[in-house]
Structure formats: structure tokens, C-alpha cells
């Protein structure tokens, strides 16, 4: 049986899906992007890396709200609307993922994405 994940610490979807749904022991996070959950308003003003850390906050937080925490994130897709900021997102991305075994992931350069973002990043995690 699914149960949705809700938590106040990262923003509501813009749309009709969950943060996050549990099904057995394996966790699906919908993508984050990088809107401060209290204002609703997109953090950086274009900065890329501030941008991608309030994405890796917002997934940290729904990942708590689940009980468990980025060490158990086995899968994430990264999407840009930019490839070009593939090398700075990545050295954000390390500081979340780098330590231990990192999650395996793939990443892709996108059209568009909701808010006017520069990054969007989802995962999978197993709670154990």
C-alpha cells in the first residue's frame, strides 16, 4: 500500500502529485526545485548553487519527514535548464551526496522547468 509523504519544511507541489510516496520500504521523491518553502519564492536570483542547495535542502527535508536521510538515496535524477551549469551543480551536489557510496543518478539539459528553475533534482531512497 502507497502513503504519501507530507512535509511542511519543503514546499507544497505545484501540481497534483505528492512530495514523496512510500510504498513498502522504498521511498519516491518528486522533483524539488529550489522555492524556500515558507515564502514559495524561488532563493539564488539565478544563482545556480544556491539555487541547487535550497533543492537538496527541500529533498532533505522530505526524506526526513520519511524517517530516513540522504545515505539512503539510491537514485536521482538531476535536471537542468542549462547544461552549461552541469560542473557547478555537481560540486553542490557533492557536498549532499559525495561522502560513502553516492546514489546512482543520471542528469539531463530540459527545456523548461516549473518557476523559471535552473535545476530540479528527484530520488529514490530505501528505508531500512
Do not use: W
Not at 557510496?101 to 522547468?113: D, Q, Y
Request: proline share 6%; hydrophobic share 45%; with cysteine.
Amino acid at each position: 500500500m502507497a502513503c504519501p509523504i507530507e512535509t511542511a519544511e519543503a514546499p507544497s507541489p505545484v501540481g497534483p502529485y505528492s512530495q514523496a510516496v512510500l510504498a513498502a520500504d522504498t521511498l519516491y521523491c518528486s522533483g524539488q526545485i529550489g522555492l524556500d518553502p515558507r515564502s514559495g519564492v524561488m532563493v539564488g536570483g539565478g544563482d545556480v548553487e544556491e539555487e541547487t542547495r535550497q533543492v537538496l535542502r527541500n529533498l532533505e527535508a522530505v526524506l526526513r519527514a520519511a524517517g530516513t536521510t540522504p545515505r539512503h538515496v539510491v537514485r536521482t535524477t538531476v535536471f537542468l535548464a542549462n547544461l552549461m551549469d552541469f560542473a557547478r551543480v555537481n560540486a553542490v551536489y557533492a557536498e549532499v551526496f559525495g561522502d560513502g557510496v553516492s546514489p546512482a543518478r543520471a542528469c539531463v539539459e530540459v527545456a523548461a522547468l516549473p518557476k523559471g528553475a535552473r535545476v530540479e533534482i528527484d530520488c529514490i531512497a530505501v528505508l531500512g
